[in-house]
C-alpha cells in the first residue's frame, strides 16, 4: 500500500503524544511547598542602598516612572561609588545578615522540636490550667 501508515508509525506518534503531556511541551516538576514561615534571606548592600536611592530618584525624576530607569540609574551610581561611600550600606547589610542567621536558628530549632515552623502562641500555662480556669468561668455564669 503506497503512502499509508504502518502499524509501527502510528504507535510512535502515540508514544510521543503521551510524552509531551496536555499539550504544553513543558515538564512539571513536584517542588516541595515553600514554607511561609520561614524567614527571608536578607538584603545585599547593594539592595539597601537601592532602597534609598528609589526615594531619592523619586523625588529628583518624579516624571519618571519606569522600573528599568531607576534600576540602571541605581547601578551605575553603585558602580561609580567608592568603598567609603558604600561602607554605612554595607553595615546595614551585615547588620540584617546577622538578623536572618538568629531568626533561621530559630526557626530550624522550632522545625527540629517536631513543629511546622508556624508561630504557635504558646503559654506558660499549661492546658489543665487554662481548662480549669474555662470552668470556673463557665460555673460562675
Do not use: C
Not at 33 to 43: F, G, I, L, T, Y
Not at 46 to 55: G, K, Q, Y
Request: proline share 4%; net charge positive; hydrophobic share 25%.
Amino acid at each position: 500500500m503506497k503512502g499509508g501508515k504502518s502499524k509501527a508509525d502510528t504507535v510512535k506518534t502515540d508514544i510521543r503524544l503521551k510524552s509531551k503531556g496536555a499539550g504544553t511541551g513543558k515538564r512539571q516538576s513536584k517542588k516541595a511547598a515553600k514554607d511561609p514561615n520561614k524567614p527571608k534571606r536578607p538584603a545585599s548592600a547593594f539592595f539597601v542602598f537601592m532602597e534609598d536611592f528609589r526615594m531619592q530618584y523619586a523625588i529628583e525624576h518624579p516624571n519618571n516612572k519606569a522600573v528599568s530607569a531607576v534600576g540602571k540609574a541605581g547601578g551605575q551610581k553603585w558602580k561609580s561609588m567608592s568603598e567609603a561611600e558604600k561602607a554605612p550600606y554595607v553595615v546595614k547589610a551585615e547588620k540584617r545578615k546577622t538578623e536572618y542567621n538568629k531568626n533561621m536558628e530559630a526557626y530550624n530549632k522550632k522545625l527540629a522540636r517536631g513543629g511546622n515552623g508556624a508561630d504557635e502562641e504558646e503559654s506558660d500555662k499549661s492546658n489543665s490550667e487554662v481548662n480549669d480556669e474555662e470552668e470556673e468561668e463557665e460555673d460562675g455564669e
